[in-house]
Each structure stands twice: as structure tokens, then as C-alpha cells.
């Protein structure tokens, strides 16, 4: 499956330790990210990971395309809502989209382990 990884600043730190936890998981699936967020993993990973454009260059709008493209299956959005970020708007638009399109996201960490052991137990194949 195609995940798509993103983090705020202030979740970096919590995405790499998610990373570490479900390395096994996450390993055997196809993994997406915005630049900084991907490079924060491959730091404590070697996970292989295909990294868009930082996300306030772009990069959220990259992953916003492929959701809308069918291209990715699974979103984990560690964001803080209390954190102000100038590109709001795209932030919204990932979470739209998935809602959208029927994309399983998460974005806090509760959820986050609920979709990667459901992914981890073949539970999410009906996304493919």
C-alpha cells in the first residue's frame, strides 16, 4: 500500500519515534512524505521513503495530488491544530481529500497506531 507521512514541526520528533516503533509495519509498504518530514525519518530509519517538496513549497499540494489520483491508500497526519502554520488552507485540503476520496487518515498518534496495525494485519486490503 501507498502511505503518505506528514508532520508538523512540533510532531517531527513523534513521527520518528511512530517510524521506529512500526519500522516492520511501515517497511513493507510504499511510503510517501513531505521533504523535511521524510528526511526526519530516513535520519533514525532506513526506511525508504519518496519525499515531495518541502510541504511550505509544495509538497502538501504534491501529496494532495495523489490522493486526488487515487495514488495513495493510507495518510498519517501528525499535526498539532494549535500550532498557527501559513499554509492552512493545504493543510485542510489533505484532510478533505481523504475524507473525499475514502482515504484512511490519522492525525494524532492514537490513530496513527490504529491504522498501522490494521495495515500491519492486512485489515486495510479492501483500500487497495
Not at 500500500?1 to 512500526?22: E, P, R, T, W
Not at 519500522?23 to 519518496?50: M, P, Q, Y
Not at 485540503?93 to 490494521?118: F, G, M, R, S
Not at 495495515?119 to 487497495?128: A, M, Q, R, T
Request: hydrophobic share 40%; net charge negative; proline share 5%.
Amino acid at each position: 500500500m501507498n502511505v503518505g507521512l506528514i508532520a508538523h514541526n512540533s510532531k517531527k520528533k513523534l513521527m520518528q519515534d511512530f517510524c521506529i516503533a512500526y519500522k516492520s509495519i511501515l517497511g513493507k509498504n510504499k511510503l510517501f512524505a513531505t521533504d523535511t518530514t521524510g528526511r526526519f525519518i530516513e535520519e533514525v530509519t532506513d526506511l525508504n521513503i519518496h519525499k515531495f517538496l518541502p510541504g511550505h513549497l509544495g509538497g502538501q499540494q504534491q501529496m494532495a495530488a495523489q490522493i486526488s489520483n487515487n495514488a495513495i491508500d493510507l495518510v498519517i497526519f501528525l499535526r498539532n491544530p494549535g500550532e498557527p502554520v501559513p499554509h492552512e488552507p493545504d493543510v485542510n485540503d489533505i484532510i478533505k481529500l481523504c475524507d473525499l476520496y475514502n482515504i484512511p487518515v490519522a492525525t494524532n498518534l492514537a490513530t496513527a497506531e490504529l491504522l498501522v496495525l490494521a495495515l500491519g494485519n492486512g485489515d486495510l486490503e479492501w483500500c487497495e
